[in-house]
């Protein structure tokens, strides 16, 4: 970054941003570095793959590079950030739906990704969160990224709406049958298997 | 469970939500229905979990960076070389009209003359 070579200080993310609005590529690229890994979760969540997450992930930055001049810094970068990995993983989804002649051989395994966990996380938290994982990768899709980015990623159902596409009312109804859904799989599986047994 | 259980059931996935308001009757039975409690404690467990994968990563696969700074690097480029060429095109087409404009006033000018000459008598 321009401004801050030499200093020996470590620029925070907003002044990156700033540095980057001006045309910084360096500063950009920073920012690249620093976010890379949040997004391309984010990313893998969302498509439930590893190579559409690859994809939706480049996309991503290059709308951000793009559009970074709009970015007005009322919320935080992260959460732009956020929106514009949705609306990217949303076109790519989309277009995958209308290309869709998937043989059976095709059908992708399910993703084995390497996870890195915060290490104070207690083991019954780490098992809750594996359960949640599984139940999440057993909604549909249009139902999962509506409870993806409101319950983990915490965006507005306004922003949820705009980036999808679709009403307010819809991304409020989707969230619904979501975390119903959810419920579902993760306390009536357990009675039922409790009860075989 | 008793009907207005099941009716208060229904709404609990948005009843979890701090910010969703809970209509009062709805409060008050859940506050003296263990059902409705346990049910609910259910869907509170389920969202703090959730809000906890934020603290999960996906290691990205080898090369994501490099591949993304670099397809960045391509569309600056092309963005650069299209900017380029539009302020050519731009600049050819002023120069073009003009042109255009100087050979319009020309010719403009000589009719004029003609015309005078034609009129002016002998």
Known sequence: ?197 | MPTQCDEIAVLLPEAVDAAEPVALPVRRHIESCLRCQAELARYRRMLRGLQMLRTQYFEPTPGLLAQTLASITAASERRAVTSTLTKRRIAYAGAVAGAVAAAGTTTAAVLVARARRRTLPV
């Open chain 1, 1 to 197: 970054m321009a401004t801050e070579h030499g200093s020996g200080e470590v620029p925070d993310l907003s002044t990156l941003v700033t540095a980057a609005q001006e045309g910084d590529r360096h500063a950009f690229d920073e920012i690249v570095r620093r976010t890379y890994v949040d997004t391309y979760t984010l990313a893998v969540r969302l498509t439930a793959s590893e190579e559409d997450a690859r994809d939706v992930v480049q996309e991503a930055y290059l709308r951000a590079w793009k559009g970074l001049r709009k970015f007005r810094g009322d919320a935080q970068f992260s959460t732009w950030m956020y929106r514009i990995t949705a609306n990217s993983a949303a076109t790519l989804t989309s277009k995958r739906r209308r290309q869709r002649t998937v043989q059976i051989d095709d059908v992708a395994d399910p993703i084995e990704t390497e996870v890195a966990l915060h290490p104070e996380l207690a083991t019954e938290n780490v098992e809750l969160m594996a359960e949640l994982s599984a139940a999440l990768d057993e909604l549909p899709a249009r139902l999962r990224t509506v409870v993806i980015l409101k319950d983990v990623y915490g965006l507005s159902h306004e922003a949820i709406a705009e980036e999808l596409g679709i009403s307010v009312t819809a991304a409020k109804v989707r969230l619904h049958r979501g975390r119903k859904r959810m419920r579902d799989l993760l306390y009536e599986e357990a009675g039922r298997h409790a009860d075989a047994v």
